[in-house]
């Protein structure tokens, strides 16, 4: 297409964000992973290995005929990310290459079946960063329940919803006294970037972890995903926040939302999706008193 | 032949194991500590901590992060080494075929041990065999000098451009690990010109690829085709690399298999494995008696030598396989494996289970048996139970 003919609203976009994971990959509609690694390639640049373990990632990879990304990728087996990343990561630190390797997990391969090698490459202070793209279940096999999938949530394997709560992953990693631990949203791209510069400038095992909405595994319309992700956070449902060697500080829209009437109810969030929709309104009172209790704790973090 | 020079030592297994690996340099090491293997795991973060060795040891939370580390590492360029036995290799075995199936070089020190349940410390195979089918290169050491001289020649065949299969050097728990024997080791230049640096990687910013993506069914035949080529044409490779071993160390390495008396044998011990010098003080008395008997030692379990074995079994009359392990349902492991290379040779085979678990094992046992079949008694399959 010649450059007259292709629309303002799209040269803009060619401007402002170039495109780092090619198109064609084999994401869903509406899956926000392929825009997540691309935003995370412009920050991480090409001297970037990842490592990704059994996941949605691994389809959207492609096969042994060709993959959408520009960098190389080592697939992982699921328990193995955290270790492989840490092989990889001394062999080019003895290589004197000045690389940087990138974890790309599920929820699954983080909070479940990985666990074990995501805190021994934590507690070993392995110089890596650790992405958690979180969609709540097991996506790639087909929507099956993780210990991430939050309180309500019907799964295949919770037909009647999810009867207990989220892992609180993000806060486990914080308490391994990491250099970097962080939340994000894919609805907040530069407050994920800017966690991702500061995450690529530091030395140490950094965490992020994304909340990463999934059209099929949530039950909401294809075009919804930023819509979801944004009420996530606007609920407090997803509150976005750094811990900075050990100092915590919430960021962006989550620094108004100490306070509670500043947070939406988390109704308008549930409600979007079909995942949800069989709660009882007792239920819905349980999970906004669970989200409630969370800043409560928040609130003690930000104070010390 | 050139002129060797000698440094005679005495060493238990675990530390001549550790020193070889000190002297191949590899750059990433990751161990996770498992009884009989423990004391090489001392050794090696003694060397490093000295200074000895350059490399990085990376304590791991386990045996299935410890494969999967020296894994990411050999993905990136290093020559890589882990060890470990029993529960600790069952435990790694899905990240064992993970780097058989990509092929990339590892060598694994497998103090062999006895499987739980019940718990057992002691030596068996079960732990090594099981491991059989998943594309990695496996050697068994008869004495502490074996598991040193194999230890070298793994780095070797692992990373050669012909073959790049991960090893796995199997040497009995405690039998070996801990006793100490004497042991000739080589000078370090000697070592560094056997084993030059390895210099390829897959890691290459310019030209990236994806290391271990999905394979459709015609894409995913064609690769386990290749590695099966990759396979057979180690045979060549590991007895090339013997051949050139045997001249910087001066002492007969003997490839694939080694053949005891073989020659004029009517009866024939098979074993892999320690018990092979129980073997062969066996085939030392009986022969003083006058006794036609020899004993074949597999060197190299995979991939299985048939044709070695088939060629060196020309004439004998029946052979009698010692197995550690056992295959429910079917047999001793060996024995089953060389029945199948025997088919329609008309040689008997009679298979012995014994040891498992540890159970003592001495030449008497060997001889025992040999007398019975020399007797004419027929078994298929015996338990050394008594």
Redesign the interface.
């Known amino acids: 297409m010649s450059e007259e003919l292709i629309p303002e609203y799209i040269k803009q976009k060619k401007v402002i964000r170039q495109q780092y994971f090619f198109r064609g990959n084999a994401a869903c509609p509406g899956c926000p992973i392929p825009k997540e690694l691309d935003l995370l390639l412009e920050v991480m640049g090409?001297?970037t290995?990842l490592?990704v373990p059994a996941s949605c990632s691994?389809?959207i990879?492609?096969?042994?005929?060709?993959?959408p990304?520009?960098?190389?990728?080592?697939?992982?087996?699921f328990?193995?990310a955290?270790?492989?990343?840490?092989?990889?990561?001394?062999?080019?630190?003895?290589?004197g290459e000045d690389?940087k390797v990138v974890v790309w997990a599920g929820d699954g391969a983080t909070g479940d079946i990985g666990f074990?090698?995501v805190?021994?490459a934590a507690?070993?202070n392995e110089d890596i960063i650790y992405v958690c793209y979180d969609n709540e279940a097991f996506m790639n096999t087909g929507i099956q329940r993780s210990s991430l999938t939050p309180f309500g949530a019907w799964t295949t394997t919770t037909p009647a919803g999810k009867r207990e709560f989220k892992k609180p992953v993000p806060f486990i990693m914080m308490e391994h006294k990491i250099p970097y631990v962080a939340t994000a949203s894919i609805a907040y791209p530069f407050d994920y970037q800017a966690k991702l510069r500061k995450a690529k400038d530091m030395q140490g095992f950094r965490y992020i972890h994304l909340l990463s909405p999934c059209p099929p595994g949530w039950r909401f319309d294809s075009s919804l995903t930023i819509e979801v992700a944004k009420l996530a956070v606007e609920t407090g449902v997803w509150p976005l926040f750094e811990v900075v060697n050990g100092e915590f500080s919430l960021t962006g829209i989550s620094k108004t939302l100490l306070d509670k009437s500043k947070r939406k109810p988390v109704e308008e969030y549930l409600k979007l999706q079909g995942r949800f929709a069989k709660m009882s309104e007792e239920e819905i009172k349980v999970f906004q008193e669970a989200v409630d209790s969370m800043w409560e704790y928040i609130k003690d973090l930000v104070k010390r | 032949m050139m002129t060797v020079t000698k440094h005679v030592t005495a060493m238990v297994g675990n530390h001549a194991v550790a020193y070889a690996v000190k002297q191949a340099k590899p750059q990433v090491l990751a161990v996770f500590p498992i009884t009989p293997q423990t004391t090489m795991l001392e050794k090696l973060a003694e060397y490093i901590e000295k200074g000895e060795l350059k490399a990085e040891l990376i304590k791991v939370e386990g045996e299935h992060s410890a494969l999967a580390a020296v894994y990411g590492a050999a993905v990136a360029g290093a020559r890589v080494f882990t060890a470990t036995s029993s529960q600790g290799l069952l435990y790694m075995t899905e990240m064992i075929y993970w780097a058989g199936g990509e092929r990339v070089p590892i060598v694994n020190a497998v103090a062999t041990r006895a499987l739980a349940e019940p718990w057992s410390i002691w030596d068996d195979h079960q732990d090594f065999f099981s491991k059989r089918d998943a594309s990695w290169i496996m050697m068994m050491a008869e004495n502490v000098q074996e598991a040193y001289d194999m230890t070298l020649q793994a780095f070797r065949i692992s990373e050669d451009k012909r073959v790049l299969l991960p090893v796995m050097m199997g040497f009995d728990g405690f039998i070996l690990t801990h006793t100490m024997e004497r042991l000739e080791i080589l000078e370090d230049e000697i070592v560094n010109k056997f084993i030059p640096p390895r210099e390829f990687n897959l890691i290459d910013f310019n030209d990236p690829v994806n290391v271990g993506p999905i394979a459709a069914p015609d894409d995913y035949m064609r690769i386990k085709f290749e590695t099966m080529k990759a396979m057979e044409g180690s045979k060549e490779v590991i007895e090339e690399i013997s051949k050139e071993y045997e001249e910087i160390s001066g002492r007969k390495q003997f490839g694939l298999i080694e053949c005891y008396m073989c020659d004029d044998a009517e009866y024939v011990f098979v074993t892999a494995g320690a018990w092979t010098g129980d073997a062969r003080e066996a085939v030392r008395r009986m022969r003083s008696q006058g006794k036609k008997v020899g004993l074949l030692k597999i060197r190299v379990v995979r991939p299985f030598p048939k044709e070695r074995i088939k060629d060196s079994l020309k004439g004998v009359h029946g052979v009698v396989v010692f197995d550690r392990e056992y295959s429910y349902g079917i047999g001793g492991i060996l024995a089953t494996e060389i029945k199948a290379t025997l088919y329609n040779s008309g040689i008997d085979v009679y298979s012995v289970i014994a040891g498992i678990g540890g159970k003592d094992v001495r030449p008497l046992h060997f001889q025992k048996v040999m007398e019975d079949v020399l007797n004419g008694h027929k078994f298929d399959e015996r338990w050394l139970n008594e």
């Open positions: 090409k001297k290995v490592v691994t389809v990879m492609g096969d042994i005929k060709g993959s990304s520009p960098v190389p990728v080592v697939h992982s087996a328990a193995s955290a270790a492989i990343a840490s092989g990889l990561s001394r062999q080019l630190r003895m290589r690389a074990a090698a805190s021994g507690e070993r």
